[in-house]
T-cell receptor, first 114, second 111 residues
Framework: DSGVTQTPKHLITATGQRVTLRCSPR?????VYWYQQSLDQGLQFLIQ???????AKGNILERFSAQQFPDLHSELNLSSLELGDSALYFCASSVASSRNYGYTFGSGTRLTVV | GQQLNQSPQSMFIQEGEDVSMNCTSSSIFNTWLWYKQDPGEGPVLLIA?????ELTSNGRLTAQFGITRKDSFLNISASIPSDVGIYFC???????????FGQGTELSVKP
């Protein structure tokens, strides 16, 4: 158990629908990152939040949005889903420090759009 | 955006063989990290490097922070079937900010 909790683990939904993925960061970590990993692809950075505020944005589609709540958990909202959105979605968290100790990843949410 | 070049993209080796993979960047990094992702799981940190020239081992794994600060390599000695997975390098640019990840090296080990 990495300490980063993602729910649900699996999600199957139809095209056009909207889903919400949830992430609870490791205790004490203020930063949350969302990544998308499609089949045979690397980790595509979507967005970062730090202590409730958006810190960095990657190649996140306009149909996708995220937020980080006061208790530091984060949600990734995916709407108007398309078949190509099927992927593993990872959340990671990190501690604020002058030295980068790396990110701790959750075990992911596997989204299948049918 | 900034990218890391990770190679090779995939490797098929026999159990017991040694493995080497590397990452290069066009700019200087102040931190290099190596992760392993098992199938269906999230990446797990293997080794972290913080100084140019630093050589760090974790069991059969050895990684080095290149002296130019623009590259890093990971060696796995005497591979075993459970080494199968995707290995990612990641680095933090000198100016700070989020980690930049390589595209991954997929390792297959034949018993």
């Amino acid at each position: 158990d990495s300490g980063v909790t993602q729910t649900p683990k699996h999600l199957i939904t139809a095209t056009g629908q909207r889903v919400t993925l949830r992430c609870s960061p490791r205790s004490g970590d203020l930063s949350v990152y969302w990544y998308q990993q499609s089949l045979d692809q690397g980790l595509q950075f979507l967005i970062q939040y730090y202590n409730g505020e958006e810190r960095a944005k990657g190649n996140i589609l306009e149909r996708f949005s995220a937020q980080q709540f006061p208790d530091l958990h984060s949600e990734l909202n995916l709407s108007s889903l398309e078949l190509g959105d099927s992927a593993l979605y990872f959340c990671a968290s990190s501690v604020a420090s002058s030295r980068n100790y790396g990110y701790t990843f959750g075990s992911g949410t596997r989204l299948t759009v049918v | 955006g900034q990218q890391l070049n990770q190679s090779p993209q995939s490797m098929f080796i026999q159990e017991g063989e040694d493995v080497s993979m590397n990452c290069t960047s066009s700019s200087i990094f102040n931190t290099w990290l190596w992760y392993k992702q098992d199938p269906g799981e999230g990446p797990v940190l293997l080794i972290a490097l913080y100084k140019a020239g630093e050589l760090t081992s974790n069991g059969r794994l050895t990684a080095q922070f290149g002296i130019t600060r623009k590259d890093s390599f990971l060696n796995i000695s005497a591979s075993i079937p459970s080494d199968v997975g995707i290995y990612f390098c990641a680095g933090q640019p000198l100016k700070g900010g989020k980690l930049i990840f390589g595209q991954g090296t997929e390792l297959s080990v034949k018993p």
